[in-house]
């Protein structure tokens, strides 16, 4: 049940039970269980586009947290069993065992195509209130994602280490405002350690590991409400340690540099979303997942507290600020996800452009 009253008949696939959330869509052909684990996805309802899930399974290696975070699951196909030699588990049976609420068996394509021309939106999953105008008042009940401040439900409760791979070369420090797994492995292949950190931790805190770096990871909710990690951020350019910030980490560094942020229409999710990077002059198709941008504009040096600023990455459907790079202290971002496991893996390149980065501050 959607809030403006739109209503899916289908089955229950994953958990029995009630859920609500944001209504959106994911256009990823492939790394369900990437979206599944994802903890920018916390209080969303994800549509699957492609129409048949669960085909390979599921497997310990592929999570990128420690549980499935989604609230909710709309699905038109769900494979009859998986089939793949890394398989060691059914998806339905997954999301039944985490409590996920899902539904199978309804028409995706009309849905996408809704909240395509509406809008995300709140909506409600339920196997045990089946009338429509009850379920439609509690769903209009439900709190927007306009306003929410969900970093703070998803960080670690404690710093971690996550080792470099072979020889240590440097040691990063990582807000964790709703991290995945595979930021830290990217990372330790280029002979990185990383400690990740609470959302909430202080600067103090964070340059007690003496860190040649400093990430700012993705996450959910709404930017606008994440004045601490901004204040970290300000804090960490007026000492000029080397800065990378990825999607709601993108969107906290815009904030800290004196950017608004917006909410878009229905949001960039899924794996084959076109950007180009104007320092290379490359096309890029890249994994996304983001519900907000950086309002800033795209063709011109912008003077901020912190020396010059310019867009350096762009969405090429709707021109979507995908990116942000500092001209006089060590910092940049992107808006989307090169660390993403499923794929593309265009992107993974900004991994060693953060390395060099760190080289060069080094060097001087």
């Known amino acids: 049940m959607l809030e403006d ?17 944001e209504a959106v869509f994911t256009t990823g052909m492939t790394g369900y269980q990437e979206t599944l684990t994802d903890p920018s996805y916390h209080r969303q309802v994800v549509v699957q586009t492609a129409p048949q899930i669960g085909n390979t399974g599921v497997n310990g290696d592929d999570d990128e947290s420690s549980k499935m975070w989604v609230a909710g699951y709309v699905v038109r196909d769900p494979a009859r069993r998986p089939s793949n030699w890394r398989s060691t588990g059914d998806l339905g049976e997954r999301l039944a065992a985490e409590g996920v609420v899902g539904i199978s068996g309804i028409d995706t394509r009309a849905l996408t195509r809704h909240l395509r021309s509406r809008g995300a939106m709140r909506v409600g999953i339920s196997t045990v209130e089946l009338d429509p105008a009850a379920l439609r008042a509690r769903v209009l009940g439900q709190p927007e994602m306009t306003g929410a401040d969900l970093s703070a439900q998803v960080t670690t409760d404690a710093r971690y280490t996550v080792d470099a791979v072979g020889e240590h070369r440097y040691t990063v420090a990582a807000l964790d405002l709703g991290i995945k797994r595979n930021v830290s492995r990217r990372l330790a292949e280029r ?8 959302a909430s931790t202080s600067i103090e805190e964070l340059l007690a590991v003496s860190p040649d770096a400093v990430f700012l990871s993705p996450g959910p909710g709404d930017p606008a409400t994440a004045d601490g990690p ?50 290379t002059g490359k096309v890029e198709v890249t994994s996304h997942n983001h519900g907000f941008a950086v309002d800033a504009p795209l063709n011109t040096v912008i003077d901020t507290d912190f020396g010059g600023v310019e867009v350096s990455h762009v969405c090429l459907n709707d021109n979507v600020v995908e990116g942000l790079r500092a001209l006089e202290v060590p910092a940049f971002t992107v808006q989307y996800h090169p660390e993403a496991a499923a794929g593309p893996h265009d992107a993974d390149y900004l991994f060693d452009r953060f390395v060099e980065l760190v080289e060069k501050v080094e060097a001087r």
Request: glycine share 18%; proline share 4%.
């Open 230 to 279: 901004v204040a970290l951020a300000r804090e960490v350019m007026a000492r000029r340690v080397p800065l990378f910030g990825i999607c709601f980490g993108s969107q906290i560094l815009g904030r800290a540099l004196g950017f608004g942020t917006y909410k878009l229409g229905y949001g960039h999710r899924g794996i084959n979303q076109p950007v180009f990077d104007k320092t």
């Open 191 to 198: 002979g990185v350690t990383t400690h990740i950190f609470p």
């Open 5 to 21: 009253g739109r209503t899916f008949h289908g089955a229950s696939y994953g958990a029995e039970g009630e859920t609500f959330g």
